[in-house]
Each structure stands twice: as structure tokens, then as C-alpha cells.
């Protein structure tokens, strides 16, 4: 039996997306690290909401090998009516099965099909509507992005992205560890910033790229960057009094990356997949601990 849902109405146990109907007849298409991806149905406000938000992504013309999404409608009573009292809420809900995914949150329901190739639907009864393109479409966006690079042997990681010498670190740490802070004085130091929140590694040839994702946390985002870095190292983040760079082995290095690889870390039948693509991942750079304090001097030591 399924469990009743926190996100549908009370009685709402399941919706069904074969039965719903696309907003309209809208397409973007959006090209960045594993795509590009188009979403196809959309309704004239959802789709102007989404080429606003991804401006620097959005591609003019179709393309071959998109990752393809169908935008449905779903009736605003299947929903819970849930005061947010202004947090952005992004707890979602997920059941796993063998070749889908199937996931729920506010004002939406959506399904990956992983087989034979990686599809989407996402359902939602938002049209012109400030959540639809911060909420429900960028919540299901990354979700949609973390399993497209896995199945290219790569992975999305919560990490600060920075950029010095032509080459990626990428500095991982609990909420509140102080990756947004890093981010911040990397940026009084001149260097570049990827994202503070989420970086994409992605395996080409004998290399590991990280490239810049359209999410970020707190740190405001620089000019977009169409090209990934070598990844030159990947540090635990700890916050102190000193500047110092620690040891981390390979036991607690792999636990830090899977603590850090949201949205297919918690997935069984992907898990497999997941600690190779790390694996992988790790051989391909520098693993240490980094302890910081606010002086920004902590960049002297690489």
C-alpha cells in the first residue's frame, strides 16, 4: 500500500499523469552540462517564466538527443493547501522503482522513466504563478539534471565551484559548513565562482570536468560560463580558526561525495551506479580537508 502524501489533498492517494492534458503548446529548450532539454506543452506564461529565469541557457532552434519533459495540468484539488509563511520549500517526496522515479511536492507530481532512455513528465496546477518556475520547475529541473549526468558517469554535487589557474575545487560541507562564505571570499580574492550550492562533474575521455548548473544558493551568481575546468581537487570544508590543509582518505572521501550527491543518493537501484561514478570521480583529484577562518588567506595554501 502507498503511503498518503503530504503534498495531495486528504483522500488524494495518487494522480494520474497518463490521463492529464499539457498546459499548451509552448517549447524551451534549455542547453547546459548533459543536454539539452526540452520541455514541450508549456503555456505561454510558464514557458516566458522559464526563458526569463535561464536566459543564458535557452536555445533558439530544436535540437537533436534532447532530454525531453511533457509540462501537464493537474486540477488545483488534488493539492494540499500548504502556508509556506514565505520559506521556499524544497522537501520533496520520493518513491523508487527499477526503471522510474516517481516524485511529489508543492503543486506538483512527477515521473522519470529511466528505460530506455531518460524522460520526464511533470505535472503541476500552477500556471502564472510565482512558485511555478523557483519551485516546482527548477525543484524538478534539478532532480531531472542529477539523473542525466549519473547516466552519463557523472554526478551533481552540493559543493562551492571555484575556479583559480584554469582548473575547478570544489569544497563540500553539511548545511552550514560555510561554502557560500568560501564562495564569498574567493570572490573578494578575484578567483571565479561556479555556484555555491550545486556544480556539475562530468567524465570526458581521461578527464573530470566540473561545469557551472543554472542553480545556485545564497551566493549571487557570476556571468554565465559555457565551458567546464579540470578538477583539480575536492576538499571537506570545516570551519576554524586557522587556515590549514588536513588529510582525507579514501573511506572518508567517498562518504563525504555520497553525502553530497542529492537527489540519487537515497535511490537503491542507482546506488550501484553512483558509488562507481565516485569512484571514478576520485581518482581524478586531490582529496583533502580544508580548515578555514574569514581572513580569505585559506587560498594561499593551494
Known amino acids: 500500500m502507498t503511503a498518503a502524501s503530504f503534498f495531495l489533498s486528504p483522500g488524494q492517494n495518487s494522480i494520474d499523469l497518463d490521463q492529464a492534458p499539457n498546459w499548451g503548446n509552448e517549447t524551451v529548450i534549455l542547453d547546459f552540462c548533459g543536454g539539452p532539454y526540452r520541455f514541450d506543452g508549456m503555456s505561454k506564461s510558464q514557458a516566458n517564466a522559464i526563458r526569463q529565469r ?17 509540462l501537464l495540468q493537474v486540477d488545483d484539488k488534488c493539492f494540499r493547501d500548504i502556508d509556506t ?42 500556471d502564472n504563478h510565482r512558485w511555478f518556475p523557483g519551485l516546482v ?11 542525466r549526468l549519473l547516466a552519463l558517469g557523472g554526478i551533481m ?34 578567483l571565479s565562482i561556479l555556484s555555491d550550492d550545486l ?18 544558493g545564497t551566493f549571487t551568481q557570476q556571468p554565465d560560463c559555457r565551458h567546464g575546468f579540470d578538477l583539480e581537487g575536492i576538499y571537506k570544508l570545516i570551519k576554524g580558526n586557522e587556515n590549514t590543509l588536513g588529510e582525507l582518505g579514501p573511506g572518508a572521501a567517498m562518504s563525504l561525495l555520497l ?17 562507481d561514478n565516485l569512484a571514478h570521480i576520485l581518482r581524478h583529484a586531490e582529496t583533502r580537508s580544508l580548515v578555514f577562518n574569514l581572513d580569505g588567506n585559506c587560498f594561499n595554501l593551494f
Open 199 to 216: 556544480n556539475a562533474l562530468l567524465p570526458v575521455n581521461n578527464r573530470v570536468l566540473v561545469e557551472k548548473v543554472p542553480f545556485t
Open 259 to 275: 553525502s553530497c550527491s542529492p537527489f540519487v543518493n537515497e535511490d537503491p537501484f542507482r546506488f550501484e551506479q553512483l558509488a
Open 137 to 147: 520547475f527548477e525543484n524538478y529541473f534539478r532532480i531531472l539534471t542529477a539523473y
Open 85 to 126: 509563511r514565505g520559506w521556499t520549500y524544497k522537501h520533496m517526496e520520493y518513491r523508487y522503482l527499477p526503471e522510474q522515479v516517481h516524485v511529489t511536492g508543492l503543486k506538483m507530481k512527477a515521473r522519470l522513466s529511466l528505460a530506455p532512455q531518460l524522460r520526464g513528465v511533470l505535472g503541476t496546477s500552477l
Open 157 to 190: 554535487l552540493h559543493s562551492a565551484g571555484i575556479v583559480s589557474g584554469g582548473k575547478a575545487r570544489l569544497f563540500l560541507g553539511h548545511s552550514g559548513a560555510g561554502k557560500s562564505t568560501l564562495a564569498e571570499l574567493a570572490h573578494n580574492r578575484g
Open 54 to 70: 535561464y536566459r543564458n541557457h535557452v536555445l533558439l532552434e530544436d535540437s537533436e538527443n534532447c532530454i525531453v519533459t511533457q
